[in-house]
């Protein structure tokens, strides 16, 4: 389920991966794996809780049975209010108790680190939206399908035949070095969410990851400044060098 926690992470760096890992897998499964999420969510079925893996992955099953757990265990019995809420309501509630429970085990990891390591474990988590920001903006956006979304750029990363990175900055649907068939399997390098035309996407320069603006919290006008992009990830990896 959670994973045990003899194979706990126990740097900065290995508990944030965790953790990114974790929360990729809730974000997954309140929104390209919703339909699968909420029918497993029988409220007929016993206590059921919804674990991020640590591998990405997602799962619904009941709850360990060690008292007290070997680590911190998410909300229970999310399914026995499915039935009496709106189903978008009760989604943002799960998604709030995720967010609770995936900081609570990021820091039950970080326990015996020192104060300046879970200050900069928190930063590094910070950088992300939460799991219910997600929700809230995707609600957003099915709630006003009309918005035009042809003036959001979009970072393009491209190699010259001397194998040097350069950038290109296109409105989505105008660009000439790729179209949107390029990226129909493109899968943000955070929230691991499908490639969409109609949202801002920014690419990496280093590893060449993609990822939803909001993911990485960058704005096209933002992205404008930038000339070369570093992800989360990267940044951090820079900074540990």
Known sequence: MAGPVSSAPRTVEDIYKDYAARRAGLVRALTSDVDGFYSMCDPEKENLCLYGLPNGGWEVSLPVEEVPPEMPEPALGINFARDGMRRRDWLSLVAV???????SVAFFFAAKLNGND??????????????YEIMADRKGRENNPGVDNSSKSRHSTKRSNDGKIKNSRVAVGECRYENDEDHSETLCGSCSGLYNSSEFWIGCDICERWFHGKCVRITPAKAEQIKHYKCPDCSYKKSRQ
């Open 97 to 103: 108790h995720s967010d609770a429970w995936l900081v």
């Open 118 to 131: 879970r200050k900069r474990l928190f930063n590094m988590i910070n950088d992300h939206p939460s799991v």
